[in-house]
């Protein structure tokens, strides 16, 4: 007979602090929201170290969503911080050029919050909207609205920066990236949630695609050049003598082969081109024998430009960036918050100008949509999906890091979608031709 006593009972006597509880609860969702940041984060390292294979690909990307979906609002927060960190830690390497490595581990924790913000509100939204719901039909209302969040997460750009797309993840794998793709993968994992049977998950096999396996070729009649060149030698005056003459004997070379099109990356030549009577007359005697695309700067009398110089013949076509690195290029805060910002971390340098219309130009009969480095991340420059495209970047703000592997995938990305063939010339690390969505390096 159990009587008031708790002496009686020696179990009624356990009393396990509140706050001990809220502890365990906290630290199962830290953990829980970076193994799901994990999982969903791998295949950018894997493509970093050339381990990359559909299999673990789809694996993993199915395992984190399906760890996501029902996960709690302290698990989408800590997914969503731990998700900025494994996906853009490598922002914060530019300040080291700058002579501010103070400032890395703010802009760390700045974009890491902003994306733990973000899917921390989608959670809430979807938990808020179930509590409407009869109890019948839970978990089904947030399994949904958390679905639909992450369909919408693509379309969400903080500060104008669209690297973060969920569907991303699949791109190196047997499944599509289309949004009908993405959403019948998210509505099979809904399903074996809400059902709790694995038989529902057969659905996702109606968003699989076939991968490529047959070998590409870059034409042969196109060079990429790839150069190593480091933001500090770049920028160095005295060194540009060098620089240029080795530039110039990689477009020799490309006429010596036979080539009709050379690529250089992007502001190989950092000075005003078109002001630099030298530099002009060695590229358009050069141009008679090939077609050249290179990168520099173009200056218009008012403000700078990042610019692609196109020599073909006796003609020559400026090609200029149409979007804007964040903050890089362009500061997309408030005019106030802008000269603030500029004056603190850019010696009060002012942004350049970008165009209003995306450029396309054509060289022996085949029509290039221009792209500089960050712009060909971003889905403007896909509108009317053009065939071809030539990219020119400079990775060197970033390296060693993951963000030349996470451009490669978003290029690819937009390659499968869009049925774009994509020629990249890059400083920093390998040049490299995308066409439906499989890479062949120079």
Request: proline share 5%.
């Amino acid at each position: 007979m159990i009587n008031g006593n708790n002496e009686a009972n020696p179990l009624l006597s356990i009393r396990v602090p509140l706050s001990k509880i809220r502890h365990y609860l906290s630290t199962f969702e830290l953990t829980r929201g970076f193994l799901i940041a994990l999982l969903n984060a791998a295949f950018i390292y894997l493509e970093a170290l050339d381990l990359s294979q559909p299999l673990i690909t789809t694996l993993f990307g199915i395992a984190a969503l399906y760890l996501l979906l029902g996960s709690g609002n302290k698990t989408w927060f800590f997914y969503g911080f731990f998700t900025g960190l494994f996906w853009f830690w490598w922002i914060g390497l530019s300040f080291f050029h700058y002579s501010m490595p103070w400032a890395i581990p703010l802009v760390l924790l700045a974009v890491a919050g902003i994306y733990g913000i973000l899917l921390w509100l989608i959670a809430k939204t979807a938990y808020t909207i179930q509590s409407r719901f009869p109890s019948a039909l839970q978990p089904l209302p947030s399994l949904i609205i958390q679905s639909i969040g992450l369909l919408v997460m693509s379309y969400i750009h903080p500060f104008d920066f669209d690297w973060f797309k969920p569907e991303l993840v699949f791109t190196n794998s047997y499944l599509g990236i289309q949004k009908w793709q993405f959403a019948l993968i998210l509505s099979a994992l809904i399903l074996t949630r809400w059902k709790k049977r694995f038989v529902y998950l057969l659905p996702i096999l109606l968003a699989y695609q076939p991968t490529s396996s047959a070998p590409q070729k870059i034409p042969e009649n196109i060079q990429l050049v790839t150069t190593y060149t480091t933001v500090e030698k770049k920028w160095d005056k005295t060194l540009h003598a060098a620089q240029f003459e080795k530039l110039f004997a990689s477009i020799d070379r490309a006429i010596d082969g036979n080539k009709t099109l050379v690529i250089l990356p992007e502001s190989v030549f950092p000075v005003f081109i078109g002001h630099t009577e030298m530099l002009m007359k060695a590229l358009r005697q050069r141009a008679q024998k090939i077609s050249i695309v290179t990168g520099g700067l173009y200056w218009d009398g008012e403000t700078p430009r990042n610019s692609t110089y196109i020599f073909t013949n006796d003609k020559i076509t400026v090609a200029n960036k149409v979007i804007l690195v964040p903050f890089g290029e362009s500061n997309p805060l408030p005019d106030f918050l802008s000269k603030w910002v500029n004056d603190i971390f850019y010696d009060g340098a002012v942004d350049y100008k970008a165009s209003k219309e995306v450029i396309d130009y054509t060289i022996d009969g085949t029509t290039y949509r221009n792209a500089i480095c960050f712009e060909a991340t971003s889905e403007k420059l896909y509108e009317g999906e053009p065939e071809n495209m030539i990219v020119l970047s400079n990775n060197g703000w970033f390296v060693p890091s993951i963000e030349p592997a996470l451009q490669r995938v978003l290029l690819q990305y937009y390659s499968k979608k869009y049925g774009t063939t994509i020629y990249h010339a890059v400083n920093m690390a390998p040049s490299y031709m995308i066409r439906k969505g499989r890479m062949t390096e120079i």
